[in-house]
């Protein structure tokens, strides 16, 4: 039985939409072409060169900012303690060595602080550890992290900005490339930071910061007022000096400064450091004793 095939168009109407379909099909992929052609040639001319014209910045090196000495690396310094009271064990530096201080000791608190401090005192000869954010799982922040030098940090330098690495926290980002403070910045552990050299001294100042933290890991207060002008010095190709002042008028009535001595750690059983484990709902560390059950942070 023969087949008809419906709606058949006449032979030549047929040839000419083949030849149609081709025309079509050579032009979509000339243009295909042209445009590669044309992305490849942007690519690889202007939009390359841009890149590199914008890394490193105007003025800086790979390797940090020109005529910055080179602090990158491994460090470990001390830890702040309380005059006349050595260290529990496993409670200092990790490599034995002695503490340092806040000067001037006493702290300078104002009534409102030293009632805070007091009441944390009180309360830690009861089992209670007040003011303990690492105990909750949170960051150590600022400026206990520089004050408390139990492990070594990692320095690290490059354009615009140095970037220290601390163990068991996120880094403190100085921005060196020029920039100011935020005017809109939410405070955070950390704060915002900026710095700037001179000869072998990083100057940094640092605001922003949470009044939730603690000065050091004898868990003593600050309010969310407290501002940092700190220093970074190279005194020697391995040794650091870093000078901290705390500016905070709401929890004192001057100044509070330390010194702090790092030095470089070369040993490569340094690079290699065992998790630091965190344990939530230790009932021990509660700002307040609880019922029972769960306690969400």
């Known amino acids: ?32 072409a042209i445009g590669l052609a044309a992305a490849c040639t942007f690519w690889s001319g202007e939009a390359r060169a841009a890149d590199s014209a914008q890394w490193p910045p105007p ?54 602080f030293q009632a805070i401090y007091d009441e944390r005192v009180a309360r830690a000869s009861k089992g209670v550890q007040l003011g303990d954010s690492s105990a909750k799982c949170m960051p150590f922040g600022l400026p206990m992290m520089l004050a408390a030098k139990v492990y070594p940090d990692e320095i690290v330098q490059t354009p615009g900005e140095v ?21 809109d910045f939410t405070p955070s552990y950390n704060g915002h930071s900026t710095g700037h050299w001179v000869g072998e001294t990083l100057f940094v100042d640092t605001v922003g910061l949470l009044g939730t933290t603690s000065m050091d890991n004898q868990r003593n207060p600050h309010s969310d007022k407290l501002h940092l002008s700190w220093t970074l010095q190279r005194v020697a190709k391995d040794v650091l000096h870093l000078h901290l002042t705390l500016y905070d008028d709401e ?24 998790d630091a484990s965190c344990f939530e709902n230790n009932e021990s560390n509660q700002d307040s004793v609880p019922e029972g059950g769960f306690v969400k942070f």
């Open 59 to 112: 003025g800086v090196s790979l390797n940090g900012d020109p005529g910055s000495p080179d602090i990158s690396g491994l460090w470990l310094g001390t830890v702040t303690g309380v005059p006349g009271v050595p260290f529990a064990p496993n409670r200092g530096s990790a490599d034995g060595r002695p503490a340092t201080y806040w000067a001037p000791w006493p702290l300078p608190y104002t009534p409102k």
């Open 1 to 32: 039985m023969m087949k008809v095939r419906r709606n058949a168009e006449p032979k030549h109407v047929r040839k000419q939409m083949v030849v149609n379909r081709v025309l079509k099909l050579v032009g979509t992929t000339a243009a295909v």
């Open 251 to 274: 929890a004192f009535t001057e100044p509070v400064s330390t010194t702090n001595i790092w030095h470089r750690k070369t040993d490569p059983r340094w690079q290699i450091l065992d």
């Open 163 to 183: 970037t220290l690495f601390m163990n068991n926290t996120f880094p403190i980002t100085i921005w060196t490339d020029g920039r100011d403070h935020p005017k």
